[in-house]
Each structure stands twice: as C-alpha cells, then as structure tokens.
C-alpha cells in the first residue's frame, strides 16, 4: 500500500464521514439533498502512490482516486461518504483499509473518488 511513517504535521485539514439524504426544506417543501454527519470531524492525512503503484492500477476503476489516511474508526465503510470541512465537497468511499491490530495508535487508509460527487447545501 502507501508507504511512509505518518507524523502530526501531515494531518492537514478535517473530514467527516456521513450520508446524504433528503431533507424537506422548511420554506419551499422540496425535498434537498443535505449531508448528515454520523461522527465529530476527524484530521486526515493526504498519501500519495509510489510510481510502480500508481503504474500497477493504470486502467483500472481506481485509477482516478486518491487516498487519505485518518486514525483508526471502527464505524467507517465503503457505504458512507468523506465531506470535507473547508471545502464542502463530498467523495465516494472506494475502499477502507482498517488497521486491525491493537495498537494504540493506529491508522485506516481510505480510498476515496478524486472528483467530489457534489456539494451539498451550498457548502
């Protein structure tokens, strides 16, 4: 997978985990797709591919993903979506790497789409 030690100092900026479902809206009564946190936002990591990795997938549908890396969450799945605080912009889940040991620090290394699926509620 990604190689290389993960420091404080490469945890740049906050994501959430969630779903998005549609909401009513409380002035119109159409029904709005709004993105529901199921978790406190989390600090990730940015990773990047090796040039044998990123050649090895060339082709393939995770060709256009990128990874991040959070600490380790027992309740992440490929079924819910990253939201990223600053920008807004909501991606897919591909794949969840889980760190399984009993470690007490331990990482999960997601791969995410690279094009967000869309902003929601203007955010």
Same mark, same amino acid.
């Not at 044998?52 to 380790?72: C, P």
């Not at 690279?114 to 203007?122: A, D, S, Y």
């Given at each position: 997978m990604v190689s290389g030690k993960l420091k404080p100092s490469n945890f740049i900026g906050k994501i959430e985990f969630g779903t998005v479902k549609s909401i009513q809206n409380r002035n119109t009564g159409l029904k709005v797709p709004t993105f529901v946190s199921v978790g406190k936002p989390l600090r990730y990591a940015p990773r990047s591919?090796?040039?044998?990795?990123?050649?090895?997938?060339?082709?393939?549908? @995770?060709?256009? /993903? *990128?990874?991040?890396?959070?600490?380790?969450v027992m309740d992440v799945t490929h079924n819910l979506k990253v939201r990223f605080v600053k920008s807004g912009a909501i991606h897919d889940i591909k794949y969840v790497s889980s760190d399984e040991t009993n470690t007490p620090i331990a990482f999960d290394y @997601?791969?995410? /789409? *690279?094009?967000?699926?869309?902003?929601?509620?203007?955010?």
């Open positions: 591919r090796s040039v044998t990795q990123s050649d090895s997938i060339f082709g393939t549908d @995770i060709q256009e /993903t *990128k990874i991040i890396a959070v600490r380790h @997601i791969t995410i /789409t *690279k094009e967000p699926v869309g902003l929601v509620n203007g955010t």
